[in-house]
């Protein structure tokens, strides 16, 4: 498969901080791919550099082949880019601003994509930037970059603020997107929205990607979470180290079981009469909770 | 990848013209309204050489030339030397704001916005941000430099020849040029537009100063200071063009170093570093005062030292001038005063006028910055929490009084000194007790500014063009001769001259009382209007 974007041991150090130690990873041409991991992880540091607005200080990272700091005035052509926090000037119109992004691509505007686009956001485009909601200046970036036609499109945070149908809005066009070949790089916290949308995710933490795969595969690393109602009493089932967070109501446990061990549990827990057994799929947010507590630990 | 680099500027820079034309027009139609006024005021004033001899031996002591600048062409003041003379380096001064406010607004300020972000991930090159408003920089100092020659032109007399309306067109469109490149270089040091600001405005004060010292005696240090060095150009005296090479020749340096600084560094940073803070709030700015404070704490810093050196540079040059025109009855006649007059104590008190003023700036800037919180949207947090209306505005009315006696303490103290320690004859509390006799003027300004806030805060920065209005008027009304109805339309007229008049209660009484009065009302209208 064709690569778009490559990571080759990423570093980055902003004064006596490292922000990125050594980030590697790629994305295929039509791939949708989930960037997620803590507040102060490295998502906006990795997405700065790929944009080529800050300058990596080890390692490589292209976009299309090329280097993304040298040649990022043809990288952006094909590129677009929404931000989590769109600031924009006062003084203008939602859609002058629109006009504006779009013609610095040096190509026609397709108004017929941008009239449509503006309709199913929802957007009015006829007020100036300081009367808009964060949401609705928000929207201003996505549609400037669905009205693109480009190859690659980097979201970072891209639905803060809107509200839940605007968000299905976004899925939509990023599944469009993706079906006319177009490759996705989406830093979020919204794990429902990155589990829907994303073939694969890459997870960082303090400057290094720590899990990278595709979702199924991931799935296997984590837990599932069990309900079972037994008639005897079962105390030894906080003991097991498959077990976690076990907690008992009424004679019925629900508890995290590590899901590679799905047989160990199932001849453990058949002596005590099981009467209810439930399990519900293993989340994205369990696997990406588990990450996030760790942070402390180090 | 070098051609890249500039990718867009054109159309960034028209997309800039497109959306801040209106402002930049009204801009040079303002500065262009400052040449007119000097060149008219002249003409019509001075048309007879034997007063413009007599103010050309007026002028010529330390004092005033730490005013207006060096004295040139005293052997034959026609109107176009007396206009290069004493109109030069105020003008200089403004054309150099416009172009300082004008690169703050398009580089750093924008790049803190985070529309940079936006625009440099388009394929635009990385310089073109800057070098469009590298473009519009020399657009608006280009029609400045036209603008004024063909004012001057048009409105001058035989003695404002083309040569020399051109090089002072010129020279004024090079002030704008030389300091917005600085700004640009302090664009990409500072990490923040406040930064940014701060840093050009303290070279401007730099420069100011370094010509002061310079033309009190050490005389390189004239030619160091752009001001300085433009000055040397002395058109309708010697016109001389060297100084235009030199002040191009450095711009030009500094746009390219400034351009290189930008292609080198990472968007967002600056190259100057930030300090890490404190974590927690220490008691001091739990309170509503406090934390007013901390919001202005660098400005006032800043302000401090601006102040006391400006102080010690005037009472430092400030000298006993009565000896170089004593019995010169010409000199008396046009400067009007009687024959006891003391000229020392007349400088003394324009002097004191103008640093009063000067004070004004960072009491203003106290108090207005309740409104620039309110525009970024921060002022809810306080708005949500337990403060009464009443209280915020009050926290940021009593920071703004306090700054004022603060400023006023300060810089007089450091005249007073200075004069003194110079050997000069003046008395020491003199300038101290003319300091507080401008406090209730400043108080009316910032009254002023708290009623704007309070009934329409869209027009708060209506209140740095009365600021103008008002030193204009201190600047100017002796030498443009005008009438008594117009001057008191500036508090600051209402103030006695001391140390020439007595210290007046009833003018300090009536301007506090009138300063009580506008910022009552300016919290009442804060308290029942709806905020952004």
Same mark, same amino acid.
């Given at each position: ?36 991991? @803590? ?26 082949? $090329?280097?993304? &700091? ?20 006062? $003084? ?23 009239? #449509? ?54 899925? *939509? ?37 720590? #899990? ?82 760790? !942070?402390?630990?180090? | ?6 990718? %867009? ?11 801040? &034309? ?27 050489? /034997? ?48 172009? =300082? ?61 083309? #040569? ?69 150009? #002395? ?5 001389? &063009? +060297? ?57 006032? =810093? ?17 000298? *006993? ?10 000199? %008396? $006649? ?14 003394? !008190? ?14 203003? $800037? ?15 947090? %306080? ?9 915020? /505005? ?11 006696? +603060? /400023? ?46 309070? +009934? ?28 008594? &109805? ?12 001391? @140390? ?33």
């Amino acid at each position: 498969m064709e690569t778009v974007i490559e990571m080759n041991q990423l570093g980055k150090t902003f004064g006596k901080t490292q922000a990125l130690k050594e980030v590697t990873f790629k994305i295929n041409k039509g791939e949708v791919v989930g960037f997620i991991g @803590p507040n102060g992880a490295g998502k906006s540091t990795t997405i700065r550099i790929l944009l080529g607005l800050i300058q990596a200080d080890g390692g490589t990272a292209t976009i299309f082949g $090329q280097d993304v &700091w040298k040649e990022a005035v043809s990288i952006h052509e094909r590129v677009a880019y929404v931000p989590g926090d769109v600031n924009l000037w006062p $003084q203008l119109t939602g859609g002058e601003v629109i006009d504006l992004f779009l013609s610095m691509r040096g190509k026609k505007v397709d108004q017929e994509r941008k009239a #449509e686009l503006i309709k199913r956001f929802e957007f009015d485009p006829t007020k100036k930037c300081q009367a808009y909601s964060k949401g609705n200046r928000q929207k201003v970036a996505l549609i400037a970059a669905f009205a693109a036609d480009a190859d690659v499109y980097i979201f970072d945070e891209p639905t803060s603020g809107l509200d839940p149908l605007q968000e299905r809005v976004f899925q *939509d066009y990023v599944k469009e997107v993706k079906a006319r070949g177009a490759s996705v790089l989406l830093s979020s916290h919204i794990l429902s929205e990155v589990e829907q949308i994303c073939d694969r995710v890459a997870i960082i933490r303090q400057g290094e990607i720590v #899990e990278e795969g595709n979702l199924d595969d991931l799935r296997h690393l984590t837990r599932t979470l069990m309900t079972v109602k037994t008639k005897e009493a079962v105390p030894t089932l906080k003991d097991q180290a498959w077990a976690h967070r076990v907690k008992e109501k009424s004679g019925t446990y629900t508890f995290q079981l590590d899901s590679d061990y799905m047989n160990d549990f199932l001849h453990f827990i058949t002596p005590y009469s099981v009467v209810k057994l439930e399990s519900a799929p293993p989340k994205l947010e369990d696997l990406f909770m588990r990450h996030y507590e760790t !942070v402390g630990d180090s | 990848m070098a051609t890249h680099a500039f990718k %867009q500027t054109n159309r960034l820079f028209g997309f800039s013209l497109k959306k801040e &034309w209106l402002k930049l027009f009204l801009w040079w139609l303002g500065c262009l309204l400052f040449v007119f006024i000097g060149i008219f005021a002249f003409v019509e004033i001075y048309y007879d050489p /034997m007063e413009r001899q007599a103010m050309a031996m007026a002028m010529a002591n330390p004092a005033m030339e730490a005013i207006f600048g060096r004295m040139i062409g005293s052997d034959n003041y026609t109107i176009g030397a007396m206009y290069s003379h004493m109109m030069t380096i105020m003008t200089l001064i403004l054309f150099s704001i416009q172009s =300082i406010l004008l690169v703050v607004r398009h580089t750093r300020a924008e790049e803190e916005d985070g529309v940079v972000e936006m625009l440099q991930a388009l394929p635009t090159g990385r310089l073109a941000h800057t070098t469009s408003t590298i473009l519009l920089l020399l657009l608006v100092n280009g029609a400045s430099a036209i603008g004024s020659a063909v004012v001057l032109l048009i409105f001058g007399d035989a003695s404002i020849t083309l #040569e020399g309306a051109v090089l002072t067109g010129l020279i004024y469109g090079l002030a704008g040029l030389l300091f917005g490149s600085l700004t640009l270089v302090m664009a990409q040091l500072s990490s923040s537009a406040r930064g940014t600001l701060t840093l050009s405005f303290a070279l401007l004060g730099f420069a100011f100063i370094l010509r002061i010292i310079g033309d009190g005696g050490i005389e390189l240090l004239s030619w160091v200071s752009p001001l300085g060095l433009l000055y040397g150009t #002395e058109p309708f005296v010697n016109n001389h &063009w +060297w100084p235009v090479l030199v002040g191009l020749g450095v711009s030009v340096l500094l746009i390219l170093f400034a351009l290189y600084l930008k292609q080198k560094r990472d968007l967002g940073s600056g190259l100057l570093p930030d300090r890490a803070g404190k974590s927690g709030a220490s008691a001091f700015i739990k309170t509503p005062v406090g934390f007013a404070f901390r919001l202005i704490r660098t400005p006032f =810093i800043v302000w401090t030292v601006a102040l006391a050196v400006l102080g010690v540079t005037y009472g430092s040059v400030i000298g *006993d001038v009565e000896e170089i025109i004593q019995g010169n009855e010409i000199v %008396q $006649q046009v400067l009007g005063g009687d024959e006891t007059t003391n000229m020392t104590e007349q400088f003394m !008190v324009t002097i004191i006028g103008v640093l009063s003023l000067a004070a004004t700036i960072p009491s203003i $800037q106290a108090l207005i910055k309740l409104r620039g919180e309110e525009k970024k949207g921060r002022l809810a947090h %306080q708005l949500s929490g337990t403060r009464s209306r009443t209280k915020i /505005m009050g926290s940021f009315l009593f920071l703004s009084v306090l700054t004022s006696v +603060w /400023m006023q303490l300060i810089q007089m103290t450091a005249f007073s000194g200075a004069a003194v320690a110079m050997g000069f004859d003046i008395s020491f509390i003199d300038p101290i007790l003319a300091g507080i006799s401008y406090l209730p003027a400043i108080w009316v300004l910032t009254g002023l500014a708290a009623c704007l806030i309070g +009934w329409i805060p869209k027009a708060t920065p209506m209140i740095w063009l009365y600021l103008t209005f008002s030193f204009f008027i201190l600047y100017f009304a002796e030498l443009f001769k005008l009438p008594e &109805w117009f001057r008191l339309m500036s508090p600051y007229e209402a103030v006695p001259d001391i @140390p020439m008049d007595a210290f007046s209660w009833e003018a300090f009484l009536v301007l506090t009382a009138i300063a009580a009065l506008l910022s009552v009302l300016g919290i009442v209208g804060f308290k029942k209007r709806d905020t952004d």
